[in-house]
């Protein structure tokens, strides 16, 4: 059985950047579908830390920081080994702070400044803090029924499925082993979210990742906005100006969708092993491509994109393998043929990693390739970074 649907915007994909769509449309008056091909809100974003990279946002503003324009952008080419900055660049350092401000002052969605979180390299233009931003942690008895729609935390980087903050919660539970007033914390969290998981089937403290897609989702439905989730995109509907719809597959059946606008938020391709060998060196090889997404982002948005003659432009990116990897105190980090490529001086990874090519010692920039790897630790030092699990599943040394 099939139905038809009209909406001024039809979204593809339920994460930050989908719901971000969602929201700000929906507040101008439009009205809203965000279709989703799982049973799940949030995508990559739910299982993310959560935090974004604004430069001179207002937070930071607030708390008396202040630079030129031109600094943050001096950072970012240096880091893009000095690609030109083109338009989209531009938008992103000029409209980022606009966006925070939009988000603050009409919605659920509040942030924490960064102030003290500093740029993870010494290039020319870095700071020392003031450019990232955080959600608040979200109270998961506000979404309601929507709480069991949510994608839950990662459990790499949750302690029993729970979300622990950056900053001063997460400072507990490292210390939880040497502090009794840290140990008291961790356990009365602990406690508070196996109570919550046994009545309720999940926490409802929500941190990081999933409160910023939780402030985002209450945001969305305050404004409006409909979900239809399981219901994957089987095909773009076009005309001759262009796309003007989707067919969406669902439990019922099939949803066709006309749309004035069409918003494919719904990721790149981390789980689609043919396209990876296309777009990615070390995959086409043979070697592994591992990635934090979940399994269910196979690509499929760039796939209509191809269909449906729009352009599509990827993107290499670094994988960061663990919770307090990079930003973790660590001696070393070594490849898979024992080569030592971790700056531990630095607030993070070394620029520079082994590459999986034939050569051993060939260094290729970390933005190509990070490959699998071990930190060595001393048992002594694994019990003093307290009850994380992700501290314990680092490689022990005597």
């Given at each position: 059985?099939?139905?038809?649907?009209?909406?001024?915007?039809?979204?593809?994909?339920?994460?930050?950047?989908?719901?971000?769509?969602?929201?700000?449309a929906?507040?101008?008056?439009?009205?809203?579908?965000?279709?989703?091909k799982?049973?799940?809100?949030?995508?990559?974003?739910?299982?993310?830390?959560?935090?974004?990279?604004?430069?001179?946002?207002?937070?930071?503003?607030?708390?008396?920081?202040?630079?030129?324009?031109?600094?943050?952008?001096?950072?970012?080419?240096?880091?893009?080994?000095?690609?030109?900055?083109?338009?989209?660049?531009?938008?992103?350092?000029?409209?980022?702070?606009?966006?925070?401000?939009?988000?603050?002052?009409?919605?659920v969605?509040?942030?924490i400044?960064?102030?003290?979180?500093?740029?993870?390299?010494?290039?020319?233009?870095?700071a020392?803090?003031?450019?990232?931003?955080?959600?608040?942690?979200?109270?998961?008895?506000?979404?309601?029924?929507?709480?069991?729609?949510?994608?839950?935390?990662?459990?790499?980087?949750?302690l029993?499925?729970?979300?622990?903050?950056?900053?001063?919660?997460?400072?507990?539970?490292?210390?939880?082993?040497?502090?009794?007033r840290?140990?008291?914390?961790?356990?009365?969290?602990?406690?508070r979210?196996?109570?919550q998981?046994?009545?309720?089937?999940?926490?409802?403290?929500?941190?990081?990742?999933?409160?910023?897609?939780?402030?985002?989702?209450?945001a969305?439905?305050?404004?409006?906005?409909?979900?239809?989730?399981?219901?994957?995109v089987?095909?773009?509907?076009?005309?001759?100006?262009?796309?003007?719809?989707?067919?969406?597959?669902?439990?019922?059946?099939?949803?066709?969708?006309?749309?004035?606008?069409?918003?494919?938020?719904?990721?790149g391709?981390?789980?689609?092993?043919q396209?990876?060998?296309?777009?990615?060196?070390?995959?086409?090889?043979?070697?592994?491509?591992f990635?934090?997404?979940?399994?269910?982002?196979?690509?499929?948005?760039?796939?209509?994109?191809s269909?449906?003659?729009?352009?599509?432009?990827?993107?290499s990116?670094t994988?960061?393998?663990?919770?307090?990897?990079?930003?973790?105190?660590?001696?070393?980090?070594?490849?898979?043929?024992?080569?030592?490529?971790?700056?531990?001086l630095?607030r993070?990874?070394?620029?520079?990693?082994?590459?999986?090519?034939?050569?051993?010692?060939?260094?290729?920039?970390?933005?190509?390739?990070?490959?699998?790897?071990?930190?060595?630790r001393?048992?002594?030092?694994?019990?003093?970074?307290?009850?994380?699990p992700?501290?314990?599943?680092?490689?022990?040394?005597?």
């Amino acid at each position: 059985m099939s139905r038809h649907v009209k909406v001024d915007v039809l979204i593809v994909g339920s994460g930050a950047a989908g719901l971000s769509a969602a929201v700000t449309a929906a507040l101008n008056g439009a009205s809203v579908l965000v279709a989703e091909k799982e049973s799940v809100i949030g995508g990559t974003s739910a299982w993310s830390g959560g935090w974004l990279w604004i430069p001179r946002n207002p937070l930071a503003r607030e708390e008396g920081i202040e630079e030129d324009a031109s600094v943050p952008l001096t950072y970012l080419q240096h880091e893009m080994a000095g690609q030109p900055a083109d338009a989209r660049l531009l938008t992103f350092l000029r409209y980022g702070p606009e966006m925070i401000d939009f988000f603050r002052h009409n919605t659920v969605v509040q942030f924490i400044s960064g102030s003290r979180m500093p740029d993870f390299h010494d290039s020319p233009g870095y700071a020392q803090g003031g450019r990232s931003v955080t959600a608040q942690p979200f109270d998961g008895r506000l979404l309601g029924d929507w709480l069991h729609r949510l994608r839950p935390p990662l459990e790499t980087i949750s302690l029993a499925g729970m979300g622990i903050a950056g900053g001063a919660d997460m400072a507990h539970f490292f210390n939880a082993t040497r502090s009794p007033r840290s140990a008291l914390y961790a356990a009365r969290r602990l406690l508070r979210h196996v109570w919550q998981r046994l009545r309720h089937g999940r926490g409802r403290h929500l941190v990081n990742g999933n409160a910023l897609v939780a402030r985002l989702l209450r945001a969305a439905l305050d404004a409006g906005v409909n979900f239809q989730l399981n219901a994957p995109v089987e095909r773009l509907l076009t005309s001759a100006a262009g796309v003007t719809g989707a067919v969406l597959r669902s439990d019922e059946g099939q949803v066709q969708v006309s749309a004035n606008a069409v918003i494919l938020a719904c990721g790149g391709f981390p789980h689609d092993k043919q396209r990876l060998a296309q777009h990615v060196a070390h995959a086409a090889s043979g070697y592994g491509h591992f990635s934090a997404a979940p399994p269910g982002n196979e690509g499929m948005g760039s796939a209509w994109e191809s269909r449906s003659a729009a352009s599509l432009t990827t993107r290499s990116d670094t994988r960061w393998p663990g919770r307090r990897f990079p930003a973790s105190p660590s001696p070393a980090a070594c490849s898979c043929r024992s080569r030592t490529w971790l700056n531990v001086l630095s607030r993070g990874l070394s620029p520079y990693c082994p590459t999986a090519s034939a050569s051993p010692t060939k260094l290729t920039p970390i933005t190509t390739l990070l490959p699998p790897c071990w930190k060595p630790r001393r048992l002594e030092k694994l019990r003093r970074r307290g009850c994380l699990p992700t501290a314990w599943r680092c490689a022990a040394m005597d």
